[in-house]
């Protein structure tokens, strides 16, 4: 990324989520003006760390409707099988999962990783623990998005809450068609997202590999 796009990204209109902070901030601010002038530094500093964390850029599919692309960005911390999330009734056959976890200076945008129909939305409460271990899948708060795609196939995609994050955002309701790159949702101050794919998919990330939501191919479907 050249320093055009780098500034281009930065500069990026932020999230709908992010304005209640930016103007909070910025409301402190004029009111350290009138009263204590180390609140309005911290209104504008709080003000400006907002507008860069709840940035949304545009993103650039890839040409190919046979794959996914990656839901979120961040940092692939682990591909393995496992079990899709129980609230979603899926049972006890384990799928590949590719696990990415969103630090506080990524951005915090979900996408949905190809074109699909939301067949369920659950939401499940649990604890706020470093969303980068394993053990985050199941024991923190999440929330579960089951795709049909266009072959009758399924993935799910999970929003997961972490340290810092106490807040999901779906956007999204049952029954909705998406097409790939489609915002969906949003995590609040660092997360992680899994995403869990049909049996046969072919990785095409490594761990420790950096994702762009919406434009990183992470795997191709099964062949017909």
């Given at each position: 990324?050249?320093?055009?796009?780098?500034?281009?990204?930065?500069?990026?209109?932020?999230?709908?989520?992010?304005?209640?902070?930016?103007l909070?901030?910025?409301?402190?601010?004029?009111?350290?003006?009138?009263?204590?002038?180390?609140?309005?530094?911290?209104?504008?500093?709080?003000?400006?760390?907002?507008?860069?964390?709840?940035?949304?850029?545009?993103?650039?599919?890839?040409?190919?409707?046979?794959?996914?692309v990656?839901?979120?960005?961040?940092?692939?911390?682990?591909?393995?099988?496992?079990?899709?999330?129980?609230?979603?009734?899926?049972?006890?056959?384990?799928?590949?999962?590719?696990?990415?976890?969103?630090?506080?200076?990524?951005?915090?945008v979900?996408?949905?990783?190809?074109?699909?129909?939301?067949?369920?939305?659950?939401?499940?409460?649990?604890?706020?623990?470093?969303?980068?271990?394993?053990?985050?899948?199941d024991?923190?708060?999440?929330?579960?998005?089951?795709?049909?795609l266009?072959?009758?196939?399924?993935?799910?995609?999970?929003?997961?809450?972490?340290?810092?994050?106490?807040?999901?955002?779906?956007?999204?309701?049952?029954?909705?068609?998406?097409?790939?790159?489609?915002?969906?949702?949003?995590?609040?101050?660092?997360?992680?997202?899994?995403?869990?794919?049909?049996?046969?998919?072919?990785?095409?990330?490594?761990?420790?590999?950096?994702m762009?939501?919406?434009?990183?191919?992470?795997?191709?479907?099964?062949?017909?």
């Open positions: 990324m050249n320093l055009a796009e780098t500034v281009q990204s930065v500069m990026s209109p932020p999230h709908k989520a992010g304005y209640p902070f930016i909070g901030g910025i409301a402190a601010a004029l009111l350290g003006l009138l009263f204590w002038h180390p609140l309005a530094w911290a209104g504008v500093i709080f003000a400006l760390f907002c507008l860069y964390f709840f940035r949304d850029p545009e993103r650039v599919l890839p040409p190919r409707a046979d794959v996914f990656a839901p979120a960005d961040g940092r692939v911390v682990s591909i393995e099988e496992a079990i899709p999330p129980a609230e979603l009734g899926l049972g006890e056959t384990k799928l590949l999962r590719v696990a990415t976890f969103l630090s506080v200076l990524d951005v915090h979900n996408r949905s990783p190809i074109a699909a129909t939301v067949e369920k939305i659950a939401y499940h409460p649990g604890l706020f623990l470093n969303a980068a271990a394993d053990k985050a899948s024991d923190n708060e999440r929330n579960s998005l089951l795709l049909r266009a072959n009758g196939k399924q993935a799910v995609v999970v929003q997961i809450a972490g340290l810092i994050a106490r807040r999901i955002l779906c956007e999204v309701h049952e029954g909705q068609n998406l097409t790939a790159g489609q915002r969906f949702g949003i995590i609040r101050f660092g997360s992680r997202t899994d995403l869990y794919l049909p049996e046969g998919s072919k990785v095409l990330v490594a761990v420790g590999q950096r762009l939501g919406g434009e990183t191919v992470i795997a191709e479907l099964p062949a017909a």
